[in-house]
T-cell receptor, first 112, second 114 residues
Framework: ETGVTQSPTHLIKTRGQQVTLRCSSQ?????VSWYQQALGQGPQFIFQ???????GRGNFPPRFSGLQFPNYSSELNVNALELDDSALYLC???????????FGPGTRLTVL | DAKTTQPPSMDCAEGRAANLPCNHS???????VYWYRQIHSQGPQYIIH???NNETNEMASLIITEDRKSSTLILPHATLRDTAVYYC???????????????FGAGTRLAVHP
């Protein structure tokens, strides 16, 4: 059973640019959630995808968007990057019928 | 907002039991208590969860008070590798396609020292 993987590991962008982060969910999991974790804080829920549809969203602006593909992998897109978008972005997958979320190692985004 | 309250930091000697408390006084009858931990700059790792009975697995034990307003995570023999931030989260059980949002607070930073 493969775990949750994310790419890239690290990324540096400049303000105003766009970024795409990728996540491969754990085998058999059909639900993917994305979280943003600023330095020294707990992860904050961005949104969730279930069977290619967004079915939950946290308090993040529309410039944060996502996709889920038929193989349940997912992308997080952030447009018009701001300095405050610098954070660790975490992807978590679950089966949709079990109580557990399994997290990937995260992508560290730095916006200059 | 997080529904739980945890001390910001704790220390523990290696080999001793680490007891991490969590208050969740507004927990609902259908909400479970989950514990995750996050070792520096890694993704959170699931530890254990429970509804009202005490639970034990290979990593830890979870003690939930009878009124369910608080709980304690116990690492029976802490090692240096248990140094991490520990998060206590309350949430309803997931159903198929259900909303799987986890609300993290600031957690407890556990430092295990030799």
């Amino acid at each position: 059973e493969t775990g949750v993987t994310q790419s890239p590991t690290h990324l540096i962008k400049t303000r105003g640019q766009q970024v795409t982060l990728r996540c491969s969910s754990q085998s058999g999991h059909n639900t993917v959630s994305w979280y943003q974790q600023a330095l020294g804080q707990g992860p904050q829920f961005i949104f969730q995808y279930y069977r290619e549809e967004e079915n939950g969203r946290g308090n993040f602006p529309p410039r944060f968007s996502g996709l889920q593909f038929p193989n349940y992998s997912s992308e997080l897109n952030v447009n018009a990057l701001e300095l405050d978008d610098s954070a660790l972005y975490l992807c978590a997958s679950s089966s949709g019928e079990g109580p557990l979320s399994y997290f990937g190692p995260g992508t560290r985004l730095t916006v200059l | 907002d997080a529904k739980t309250t945890q001390p910001p930091s704790m220390d523990c000697a290696e080999g001793r039991a680490a007891n991490l408390p969590c208050n969740h006084s507004t927990i609902s009858g259908n909400e479970y208590v989950y514990w995750y931990r996050q070792i520096h700059s890694q993704g959170p790792q699931y530890i254990i969860h429970g509804l009202k009975n005490n639970e034990t697995n290979e990593m830890a034990s979870l003690i939930i008070t009878e009124d369910r307003k608080s709980s304690t995570l116990i690492l029976p023999h802490a090692t240096l590798r248990d140094t991490a931030v520990y998060y206590c989260i309350v949430r309803v059980a997931l159903f198929s396609g259900g909303y799987n949002k986890l609300i993290f607070g600031a957690g407890t930073r556990l430092a295990v020292h030799p």
